[in-house]
């Protein structure tokens, strides 16, 4: 099926419309949809008729939306969603579903703040609603067994305008124009990408784009952090064939991407040998146990591609008992490193 921006925005549009009557409990004028359809999709304008169309639209696939009169002058006729259409039967939910369900809720705290936590918080008040009181305390006297911690306690709560707009940038196919500044840079850049995917990684939000026009370009990452605006414009793209997030972090620990990735060796020793194999450095790393001609205690680690940035100071982070052997150019760059901080520590004469 070919592309058309024209049809996605009238999806887009028509989506928007449902949801607005499902989460309107006195109905919404045709202009009262419109006005909400523009400020939310950033649009210059809709016509009544184009609003009208995609009632019909819903209306036609069994939607019981209807016209009813009010006494309200400004508001002669509001359309209505008969929202017990939509009403779900409750589920049978098991304290097991609940309780991996609370765990994974608040694995997501970053996410506060943001459109995904709002879906994520009704479908647990959905989830609460449907399991009978007695299950429930059962619940709260289980769910202290399970602790989740290593958390960023991080909140975009202050970012919810910028990843709403990312968000429909990348379901619209929108180029975007944004301003960022990047880590180690004095000022931010206005730049004009192309956003494939949200990425949600460490804690961090990252949105997943490309230049603008570059058809072949690489795929960059940019920080929600570093964002300081977002403005989708009324020009689409065509999506990239070859987008794949399982490629595209395929050498990467966490989301780092810069350059091209090479093949490690590393020796680790004692304690931190028990622990990299219980902990893993990368995701891809393969170990020789014992190293050859090495202690009982002694491992060697090898990962086939990764990035230089991410394996330092996971490195670093065993101490002595971790030595980079290959490629030569990570031993000098972990040597640079240790001397400075030699240096840091030495009293002064």
């Given at each position: 099926m070919s592309f058309s921006p024209e049809r996605y925005k009238q999806v887009a549009r028509a989506c928007?419309?449902?949801e607005i009557l499902q989460n309107s409990r006195y109905g919404k004028t045709t202009r009262e949809l419109a006005d909400e359809v523009v400020r939310y999709m950033g649009l210059p304008s809709v016509s009544l008729k184009s609003i009208e169309r995609d009632v019909k639209f819903w209306q036609g696939y069994g939607f019981p939306i209807d016209s009813h009169k009010t006494n309200d002058p400004e508001r002669r006729s509001v359309w209505k969603l008969?929202?017990?259409y939509l009403d779900l039967p409750k589920l049978p939910i098991s304290v097991l579903e609940l309780l991996a369900f609370a765990v994974g809720r608040e694995l997501l705290f970053p996410l506060a703040g943001t459109p995904y936590w709002e879906g994520i918080q009704m479908l647990w008040s959905k989830m609460r609603e449907s399991l009978p009181e007695p299950l429930w305390e059962h619940f709260e006297r289980l769910r202290p067994s399970v602790v989740v911690?290593?958390?960023?306690?991080?909140?975009y709560a202050e970012k919810e305008g910028m990843l709403s707009a990312l968000n429909r940038a990348i379901y619209q196919h929108r180029v975007t124009d944004v301003c960022y500044q990047g880590l180690g840079r004095s000022e931010a850049e206005e730049r004009a990408i192309e956003p494939h995917a949200i990425v949600l990684s460490g804690g961090s939000i990252y949105v997943a784009a490309t230049d603008a026009g570059d058809d072949r370009g690489e795929f960059k990452l940019f920080k929600l952090d570093r964002l300081t605006r977002v403005t989708p414009r009324d020009r689409h793209f065509r999506p990239r064939e070859d987008f794949d997030p399982d490629?595209?972090?395929?050498a990467s620990v966490g989301?780092?991407?810069?350059?091209k990735p090479t093949r490690f060796r590393i020796r680790v020793t004692g304690h931190a040998a028990r622990w990299i194999v219980e902990e893993p450095l990368h995701p891809q790393q393969v170990v020789e146990s014992p190293a050859p001609g090495g202690a009982p205690d002694e491992i060697v680690l090898e990962i086939a591609s990764a990035h230089q940035e991410e394996i330092v100071p996971r490195v670093l982070a065993l101490g002595e008992q971790a030595e980079v052997l290959e490629p030569e150019s990570c031993r000098e760059a972990i040597r640079a490193i240790a001397c400075r901080m030699v240096g840091n520590y030495t009293p002064d004469a």
């Open positions: 928007k419309v449902l008969d929202r017990s911690r290593g958390v960023i306690a991080k909140s490629d595209l972090f395929a989301v780092f991407r810069s350059g």
